[in-house]
């Protein structure tokens, strides 16, 4: 068997491994993912975005091109805003889409997205999210201090918290507890600074995966819920994450999130490895 074809990426350092795959040819095991996105016996990712027909698995969608994400741990996810960035400038880069508009489909329903220079000249890809629901309160236990927080969903499941202290201090290598019984399918945690009337700076421990160095969906449900606290539910800001920046604009039934894209490897897994791990 020949080796698998793979690319690795990342949106504002959020990292994943790329897989071509467009007839669903690939048997992706959660232990495949797990050990792809493994960062000493693999490549190392927050999570897998396999690039596959729509038609070959059998959805409906208005895009020819199906992200199909998995988090880092295996799981399956409806949506990871930064890698359909990632997704959608591979799409154009392998001739598959022309561009610069096209539509991207996901397990939250069809992405449109534009690719373009930014005003520096560097690649930026701007993904419509879709609408954004603030759906009730709930808690989180971080630092051991209980925070209240505001639920979110952006087609996948958010609670936000906004803290009056530095975000930047928060130890994050142990995973945030919440309230399993408002979130029974777990939940992305961001912790978010208001720098500003449109600047906010963000943490994120996203489920599956533990804290990463940003989180597409993530900033969109901050910019939400933050505009929400303020008696708002139309407006836009810049998110600041460890991994860089990104703008987020809200409005009613609808968002956008606009930032980089960026490949940094590409090559063949090895196909001993990958089959040792059926």
Same mark, same amino acid.
């Given at each position: 068997m020949a080796g698998i074809e793979f690319l690795k990426g990342h949106g504002t350092q959020n990292d994943f491994v790329l897989l071509p795959d467009s007839d669903?040819?690939?048997?992706?095991?959660?232990?495949?993912?797990?050990?792809?996105?493994?960062?000493?016996?693999?490549?190392?990712a927050d999570g897998v975005l396999r690039v596959v027909r729509s038609e070959?698995?059998?959805?409906?969608?208005?895009?020819?091109?199906?992200? !199909?994400?998995?988090? /880092?741990?295996?799981?399956? =996810? *409806?949506?990871?805003?930064? &890698? #359909?960035?990632?997704?959608a400038r591979y799409l154009v880069e392998a001739g598959l889409e022309t561009g610069p508009e096209f539509v991207v489909g996901t397990r939250a329903g069809d992405r449109p997205v534009r690719v373009r220079p930014d005003a520096s000249g560097e690649l930026a890809v701007t993904v419509h999210m879709g609408p954004v629901a603030v759906t009730g309160t709930s808690v989180a236990v971080v630092d051991g201090r209980q925070v209240s927080g505001v639920a979110v969903d952006v087609?996948?499941?958010?609670?936000?918290?906004?803290?009056?202290?530095?975000?930047?201090?928060? !130890?994050?290598?142990? /995973?945030?507890?919440?309230? =399993? *019984?408002?979130?029974?399918? &777990? #939940?992305?945690?961001e912790f978010v600074n208001v720098l500003g009337p449109d600047a906010l700076r963000m943490r994120v421990h996203e489920r599956g995966v533990g804290e990463t160095r940003a989180c597409g969906t993530g900033t969109v449900a901050a910019v939400a819920a933050t505009l929400h606290l303020r008696g708002d539910d139309s407006g836009e800001a810049t998110v600041d994450v460890p991994g860089g920046r990104v703008a987020v604009t809200v409005r009613q039934g609808a968002s956008?999130?606009?930032?980089?894209?960026?490949?940094?490897?590409?090559?063949?897994?090895?196909?001993?490895?990958?089959?040792?791990l059926d």
């Open positions: 669903a040819s690939l048997e992706l095991t959660e232990r495949r993912v797990a050990a792809l996105c493994d960062r000493q016996q693999g490549l190392g070959a698995l059998g959805l409906e969608s208005k895009g020819e091109w199906f992200m !199909d994400y998995r988090n /880092a741990d295996g799981s399956i =996810a *409806e949506m990871c805003g930064n &890698g #359909v960035r990632v997704f087609g996948n499941p958010h609670l936000v918290s906004v803290l009056d202290d530095d975000v930047s201090a928060l !130890d994050l290598t142990r /995973a945030p507890r919440y309230d =399993a *019984e408002v979130f029974p399918q &777990g #939940v992305n945690l956008t999130l606009t930032g980089p894209a960026v490949f940094v490897a590409k090559g063949e897994l090895d196909a001993a490895w990958w089959n040792a």
